[in-house]
């Protein structure tokens, strides 16, 4: 019998899995010692062009000073270095982690040009604000990023946005940053032309360009750059402001657009949405023919499944969206659980008051089945295909009619189905697509149940 394979380590750090390559090194999901909480870890690893430009010992202090400059800056919306140390002769640190990142919440492929997931306007706005009010911590301190895409957004269990990852980032005043002859800083599309053209002369606008694009691609999942269609002839949402806004962050002359954060996100806060009015019966007004009879045929006992096997068994795009869309009818809800009459499910209508992990949310299944939470003893997690099933058809006007069959702004749930061993499928109603993620990521739960009628 073979002996258990011993995990590697990293200093004093227990490595779980690897997040990621980049340019300068490896990212990994690491356990701290005592305390087994989970760190992000960063060693130097850089990639043999990049070794071969600037040298390792450049790469070392480029390091360095990376862990330097996360250091000092100390704002809500800038990741924080937990810890720096050697492994060999190789420096790493550690800083908070957080599975997600608007890269991956918007399916950004390294095939920058594919269209992307789009996210809601509200959302947008919100996470905008904070993005530009980390920008003007760092501005002011005299760090230029150099690298603003969705992949440094992380983003918290709370929604909140962390920006991370200042290997590229440049000191104004000392007017020092990584570069050599040749070497390109920053991300295509993203970067901005005097970046692109020279990445020394980047300096607070630079940032400024790449969190336009930033915001554009989350609104309409396409870069500027490739379709540069102006919101308003496209989308009633948006009026002449929106196009104005977009204008000037994405100028190519720095001169011409926000000439700091400040003024950028104070424009950004002036923007308005302009809804289109509806009638409030579209809420109840389901033509008979449309009142299914049956479940619609929704999966109800999990399954373990990858790739494409899996987008065909939850019936979603490649955007892992779904193709199809349920018209919810939601009864006059109870006060912990409410019925979906289209499809005959039961739902928690509040869950989990917090975030848990996989394992956790298996074990608060069990808690409310055993205290018969609302008078049901037969609750689950759902399946993917359950959870697809809340999202609501994009296509149709919002509805503002009846009570709200939720409570809680809670939009991250745990499904029942396994990716793997160690990971698990989940899907953001908000923003609506299924996921997965490791297990030791954290959720919400809200129950599901099949009505006995």
Same mark, same amino acid.
């Given at each position: 019998?073979?002996?258990?394979?011993?995990?590697?380590r990293i200093g004093r750090y227990t490595i779980t899995g690897i997040l990621g390559h980049g340019g300068m090194g490896t990212v990994y999901r690491a356990v701290m010692p005592?305390?087994?909480?989970?760190?992000?870890?960063?060693?130097?690893?850089?990639? /043999?062009?990049?070794?071969?430009?600037?040298?390792?010992?450049?790469?070392? =202090?480029? !390091? *360095? #000073?990376? $862990? %330097?400059?996360?250091?000092?800056l100390r704002h809500p919306h800038i990741a924080d270095i937990r810890d720096f140390d050697y492994d060999g002769k190789n420096p790493f640190y550690t800083m908070e982690y957080?599975?997600?990142?608007?890269?991956?919440?918007?399916?950004?492929?390294?095939?920058?040009?594919?269209?992307?997931?789009?996210?809601?306007?509200?959302?947008?706005?919100?996470?905008?604000?904070?993005?530009?009010?980390?920008?003007?911590?760092?501005?002011?301190?005299?760090?230029?990023?150099?690298?603003?895409?969705?992949?440094?957004?992380?983003?918290?269990?709370?929604?909140?946005?962390?920006?991370?990852?200042?290997?590229?980032?440049?000191?104004?005043?000392?007017?020092?940053?990584?570069?050599?002859?040749?070497?390109?800083?920053?991300?295509?599309?993203?970067?901005?032309? /005097?970046?692109?053209?020279?990445?020394?002369?980047?300096?607070?606008?630079? =940032?400024? !360009? *790449? #969190?336009? $694009? %930033?915001?554009?691609?989350?609104?309409?999942?396409?870069?500027?750059?490739?379709?540069?269609?102006?919101?308003?002839?496209?989308?009633?949402?948006?009026?002449?402001?929106?196009?104005?806004?977009?204008?000037?962050?994405?100028?190519?002359?720095?001169?011409?657009?926000?000439?700091?954060?400040?003024?950028?996100?104070?424009?950004?806060?002036?923007?308005?949405?302009?809804?289109?009015?509806?009638?409030?019966?579209?809420?109840?007004?389901?033509?008979?023919?449309?009142?299914?009879?049956?479940?619609?045929?929704?999966?109800?006992?999990?399954?373990?499944?990858?790739?494409?096997?899996?987008?065909?068994?939850?019936?979603?795009?490649?955007?892992?969206?779904?193709?199809?869309?349920?018209?919810?009818?939601?009864?006059?809800?109870?006060?912990?659980?409410?019925?979906?009459?289209?499809?005959?499910?039961?739902?928690?209508?509040?869950?989990?008051?917090?975030?848990?992990?996989?394992?956790?949310?298996?074990?608060?299944?069990?808690?409310?089945?055993?205290?018969?939470?609302?008078?049901?003893?037969?609750?689950?997690?759902?399946?993917?295909?359950?959870?697809?099933?809340?999202?609501?058809?994009?296509?149709?006007?919002?509805?503002?009619?009846?009570?709200?069959?939720?409570?809680?702004?809670?939009?991250?749930?745990?499904?029942?189905?396994?990716?793997?061993?160690?990971?698990?499928?989940?899907?953001?109603?908000?923003?609506?697509?299924?996921?997965?993620?490791?297990d030791g990521c954290r959720y919400f739960v809200r129950a599901v149940a099949s009505s006995p009628v």
């Amino acid at each position: 019998m073979r002996g258990k394979r011993r995990r590697r380590r990293i200093g004093r750090y227990t490595i779980t899995g690897i997040l990621g390559h980049g340019g300068m090194g490896t990212v990994y999901r690491a356990v701290m010692p005592t305390t087994n909480r989970t760190v992000a870890l960063k060693l130097l690893n850089p990639s /043999e062009p990049l070794t071969a430009l600037l040298g390792m010992p450049a790469l070392r =202090d480029i !390091f *360095s #000073a990376e $862990v %330097l400059t996360m250091a000092r800056l100390r704002h809500p919306h800038i990741a924080d270095i937990r810890d720096f140390d050697y492994d060999g002769k190789n420096p790493f640190y550690t800083m908070e982690y957080y599975c997600a990142n608007l890269g991956m919440m918007i399916d950004e492929k390294f095939t920058l040009e594919s269209p992307t997931r789009r996210i809601p306007p509200d959302k947008v706005l919100a996470w905008g604000a904070q993005i530009l009010d980390g920008l003007d911590c760092m501005h002011s301190a005299g760090v230029v990023h150099r690298d603003i895409k969705p992949q440094n957004m992380l983003v918290t269990d709370e929604n909140t946005i962390k920006i991370c990852d200042f290997g590229m980032s440049l000191d104004m005043e000392e007017g020092s940053g990584p570069s050599a002859p040749g070497m390109r800083v920053g991300t295509p599309y993203y970067a901005a032309p /005097e970046q692109a053209a020279d990445p020394d002369r980047a300096d607070e606008r630079s =940032d400024l !360009f *790449s #969190a336009g $694009v %930033l915001l554009y691609r989350l609104l309409t999942g396409e870069l500027p750059v490739m379709k540069g269609f102006m919101l308003s002839l496209v989308n009633p949402l948006y009026d002449q402001g929106w196009d104005d806004f977009f204008a000037r962050a994405l100028s190519w002359k720095p001169e011409r657009r926000f000439q700091n954060a400040a003024e950028m996100a104070a424009a950004l806060m002036t923007l308005e949405l302009h809804r289109q009015k509806h009638s409030r019966r579209i809420c109840r007004d389901i033509a008979a023919d449309q009142r299914p009879s049956s479940r619609h045929g929704l999966r109800d006992t999990p399954i373990r499944a990858s790739g494409g096997r899996a987008g065909n068994l939850f019936g979603v795009d490649s955007l892992w969206q779904p193709r199809t869309y349920i018209r919810n009818m939601f009864a006059p809800p109870e006060e912990h659980i409410v019925l979906d009459e289209a499809t005959r499910l039961l739902w928690q209508r509040a869950g989990s008051a917090c975030p848990v992990d996989r394992p956790e949310a298996e074990r608060l299944i069990a808690a409310w089945n055993g205290a018969g939470f609302g008078g049901i003893t037969a609750w689950r997690l759902p399946t993917v295909n359950e959870l697809l099933s809340l999202i609501p058809d994009p296509t149709l006007p919002e509805s503002e009619c009846g009570p709200a069959p939720f409570t809680g702004e809670r939009e991250w749930f745990w499904s029942c189905d396994r990716r793997s061993r160690k990971t698990s499928w989940y899907v953001n109603t908000r923003l609506g697509y299924a996921g997965w993620q490791d297990d030791g990521c954290r959720y919400f739960v809200r129950a599901v149940a099949s009505s006995p009628v």
